[in-house]
């Protein structure tokens, strides 16, 4: 199964893919992967996450597949 495959999967389990997630599935580079998928033809909507913690300021970027 490839990165895109898992990715997909993960997608359809969970509803939505973050770099954590993908982490645990051994995909270090979620954002090409999500370039490679939009290549495919395949509509992937981004969310982005901001906050803050004890370390200062934080970004995360949330993926999903677009309703359209």
Known sequence: MTQCERIL???E???SIT???ADR???KRLSARIYDL???GIK???ENLYGKNE????HCAK?????R
Do not use: S, T
Request: charged share 25%.
């Open 55 to 58: 370390y200062g300021n934080w």
């Open 19 to 21: 770099q954590g997630d």
């Open 63 to 67: 993926y999903k597949k677009a309703v």
């Open 13 to 15: 389990q969970n509803g």
């Open 9 to 11: 999967e993960f997608i």
């Open 38 to 40: 939009k290549q495919r």
């Open 25 to 27: 599935l051994r995909i």
């Open 44 to 46: 992937i909507a981004v």
